[in-house]
C-alpha cells in the first residue's frame, strides 16, 4: 500500500507546483523520500535506491527554489541566503543524490551533473 501513498503525493506534488505553492512542495517532497528511505528497516530496498536518489534531487533543489529566486541577479541571490538549517538540508540530501546517481549512472549522467551543480549552489550557502 505505501506506493499507492507515494503516487498520491507525487500527484499532491504536481499540483501544489502548478499552483505555485513551493512550502507545500517541499513538505511532500520529504514525506516521498521518508517513505521510499525506509529508515527503520534499514536504508531502502535496492530496487528504489535510483528513486529515491531522484527524489532527494528534487527535494534538494525545491528547498534551494524556495529562498533563492533564479531570476535574480547574483549580487541580490546573495543577500537572499535561506538560513543555516535549510541550506545544510539542501546540501545533506544534495550529497546523497549526487553520489548514489554518479554511482548508478557515472558522472556524465544528465540527473548525476544536476545533482552536482545543485550540491555546489547549496555548498556556497553555507
Do not use: N
Amino acid at each position: 500500500t505505501h506506493w499507492i501513498v507515494d503516487a498520491l503525493r507525487a500527484a499532491c506534488v504536481a499540483d501544489a507546483r502548478s499552483a505555485g505553492d513551493s512550502g507545500e512542495v517541499v513538505r511532500l517532497l520529504r514525506a516521498r523520500a521518508e517513505s521510499v528511505e525506509e529508515r527503520r528497516y534499514g536504508g531502502p530496498a535496492p530496487h528504489v535506491v535510483a528513486k529515491l536518489a531522484r527524489l532527494q534531487l528534487a527535494l534538494g533543489e525545491a528547498l534551494l527554489a524556495e529562498h533563492i529566486e533564479p531570476d535574480q541577479p547574483q549580487q541580490q541571490q546573495q543577500q537572499m541566503l535561506p538560513p543555516a538549517a535549510v541550506a545544510a538540508e539542501a546540501l545533506q540530501v544534495l550529497s546523497s543524490a549526487a553520489r548514489v546517481l554518479r554511482a548508478l549512472f557515472c558522472s556524465r549522467h544528465t540527473e548525476a551533473k544536476r545533482a552536482e551543480l545543485a550540491h555546489s549552489r547549496a555548498a556556497t550557502l553555507l
